[in-house]
Each structure stands twice: as C-alpha cells, then as structure tokens.
C-alpha cells in the first residue's frame, strides 16, 4: 500500500508564505511524479505544481513565480513552498503520486491539508 500524509496547512495572511510537506511511504515505484494539487470551495480539483523524480517541474500559470515545488529522493518526500499568497489560493491541497507499474498506472491521494489566505 502506498501512504501520503501531508503537512504544513493552516491560516496566514494575504502576501505571507506557507511550506507544505508530503511524506510517502510504501510500495512506490522508483520512477514517479509526485504532485500538489488544490480544490478551492465549489471548484473542481485543480493542478497546482508537479516534479518527476529527475526534477522536472510543472506550474500552473496561476502560481508559477510564486510557488516552488520540490523533493527529496530517497524518501518520497515532496514541497510546497508558496510565497506572495492570495486569498484566492485559499483551498484544501492534496498531496498526490503517480508511476506505472508493471504497465497499469497508479495514482494515489492524500487526505488533504486546509490553507487559508486571509486579505
């Protein structure tokens, strides 16, 4: 089984920073994408950033410049260093990883951390 349990969430205010940690644990395959994404109140789940494990990253436009993803490998640990923030990137993030394993792909979620931005 694989486990994603994230850290770093809670309440700052408009043009503050926050750190997000995931830590995964359990059967991960070497070669995977770890990512963060976020659900804001009465939105779809959206992407926020994405690493490879050879650090090639992704941004969506909404943070680039002022989100920085990263990891360690090994543990399957990935960052969210967000700067700058916005009350509009008030949401719920998750923690996600993704490989594929013996030609079938494996996604996995973890349970959420709240971040709120308040103006």
């Known amino acids: 089984q694989v486990q994603l349990v994230e850290s770093g969430g809670g309440l700052v205010q408009a043009g503050g920073s926050l750190r997000l940690s995931c830590a995964g644990s359990?059967?991960?395959?070497?070669?995977?994408?770890m990512g963060w994404y976020r659900q804001r109140p009465g939105n779809q789940r959206e992407l926020v950033a994405t690493?490879?494990?050879?650090?090639?990253?992704n941004y969506a436009d909404s943070v680039r410049g002022r989100f920085t993803i990263s990891r360690d490998n090994p543990p399957n640990t990935a960052y969210l260093q967000m700067n700058s923030l916005k009350p509009e990137d008030t949401a719920v993030y998750y923690c996600n990883v993704n490989f594929y394993r013996l030609g079938f792909k494996e996604d996995y979620w973890g349970q959420g951390t709240q971040v709120t931005v308040s103006s």
């Open positions: 690493i490879t494990r050879g650090g090639i990253t």
């Open positions: 359990g059967s991960i395959f070497g070669i995977n994408t």
